[in-house]
């Protein structure tokens, strides 16, 4: 029989002496077992031994300062060294993430059972960028607090918008609320605070977008300006896409092209339009340091304006003509010094300009089969009817060359 003996085996579980020669007297082994308990502290464990089938007189037994009863005289007492140490276990321990919402979880659990609830709380670093942690708190019980780990989220929820080669390391610090003196920290600043280190990768590149649209993404290329006979204005948008660490400033300006070998020379492809940089007339722009023109609300608008034409200048409306417009851009921010420059491809067409049209004329067509035209000369011809479109046909100032 034992006293106090929770978690203790025997082998064998008896032992016999026997009365013929000296078996009586010769000692008998017996292997004590304790298994590991994950519990922190040394154990003492008390063994009472008594005679197969009699009753142990429980006048000699007595208490020690534990108050573990056992029989004075035929005591056995068992020392259990401990060999488990407290400590939180945290898996993985360190992770990388990317700033744009990249997500790194780990999970935690303790090293031994505690003997009460342990609450975990993560406490993120001043300088914690956009990072958060879901859920706030977990709590680990004495029953499952070394075997079920509970798992904490980390998300990066928002870019700096800053383009950097470096990374932001983050080391997250735990409290642990607990009547346990073994898991209980109240201080970032004690040795057994459990940590975890999150690496943020930027996820930002220098650049700038052209666009007719102030939240596009993607640069504008091809694009065709209206001439009139009223003035016509085109707007676009100019927007940095990070943060610069120093002044970023845009040449904007035409890059005129050379006229096509099938317009007239009195058409000329340079000058056909002005530019105003937030409605006025500039061509240089300049975006400060360590403001943030990612917003729409910085961008800067770009203005390309067609004066009204006027036909007394000329006796026919120019066909379309090409011309460019050149964004340029320099900066002591090493990230944009080296951006090439963009350039929009423009063709500006005259709004009553009409295509040359070249059809055989059939001047033997039946009537009805038709339409009769008067040149300058007063000579009445007749060409199919559905050679040229009656929209064409219906304009006041167009003029057709027959020959």
Known sequence: AATSTSLLSFSPSTVTFKATGTDWKTPKEVTVTYPRDYTVGEVTKYINVKELGTTVDTTGYGKNTNGDVFLREELVTVTVTDIDTAGFVLTPSAGTISEDGGIFSYAVKLNTIPNSNVVVKPQLPNSKGSLTITPSEITLTPATARTNAETFTVQSTQKDNIDVDEYDPYTIKHLAITSDTDYSVTSLLS?????????????????????????????????????????????????????????????????????????????????????????????????????????????????????????????????????????????????????????????????KYVDEIQETIDTQAAENEVTEIKTESGVEVKIPAKAIPKEILDKSDVKIDIS
């Open 191 to 351: 040795t057994k605070t459990p940590k975890a280190t999150v690496t943020v990768t930027d996820a930002d590149t220098a650049g700038f977008t052209f666009s007719k649209s102030v939240a596009a993404t993607e640069n504008v290329a091809v694009d065709t300006l209206k001439e009139s006979g009223v003035e016509n204005s085109y707007e676009y948008y100019l927007r940095l896409k990070t943060k610069p660490v120093a002044a970023v400033t845009f040449t904007v300006a035409e890059d005129c092209a050379e006229p096509d070998e099938d317009v007239s020379s009195s058409f000329n492809n340079c000058g056909v339009f002005s530019i105003k940089l937030n409605d006025v007339e500039a061509t240089e722009h300049t975006f400060v340091a360590d403001t943030d023109h990612v917003t729409t609300e910085t961008a800067l608008k770009v203005t390309l304006t067609i004066a009204a034409y006027n036909i007394g200048e000329t006796t026919s409306h120019p066909p379309p003509r090409n011309s460019n417009l050149k964004i340029s851009v320099k900066s002591g921010d090493a990230k944009y010094t080296p951006l090439p420059s963009h350039t929009l491809a423009l063709t500006i067409k005259n709004s």
